[in-house]
């Protein structure tokens, strides 16, 4: 068996592919347009070499409204090089630091629709330093 894609619905693809492909660093691999079902199909992926695994945001074009946000999905989560720079960059596009890298190991963001995003660093965990050290959480992820 081997893993392939976690799928999320979005109610604007353009915010979402803004947050997901501009703001994270992913990369569109495949899109797929379905006019009989009035939904979009995009696939994402690191591009990382031997990384298969992809996010597929779902598109349903006529969803006025946000979609409900459960708990029981959990989170996705991304290994990055270097966890302060990655959440100094999100944070110049605009993306809040919900949960700060404190520990030099683990941060969440979220995405427009309100997906909770695991960031780790790879490898150990980097020194703690300021201002993340000291910086409290906000909402919830």
Known sequence: MRYLHTMLRVRDLDLALDFFVGKLGLFEKRRKVNEAGRFTLVFLGTNAEGDTAEIELTHNWDQAEPYATGRFFGHLAFRVEDIY??????????????????????????SPDGHAIELLQAGPALAPREPWSSRPNQGSW
Do not use: I
């Open 85 to 110: 720079a990655t959440c100094e960059r999100l944070e110049r596009e605009g993306v809040p630091v919900l949960r700060p890298p404190r520990d030099g190991h683990m941060a969440f963001v979220k």
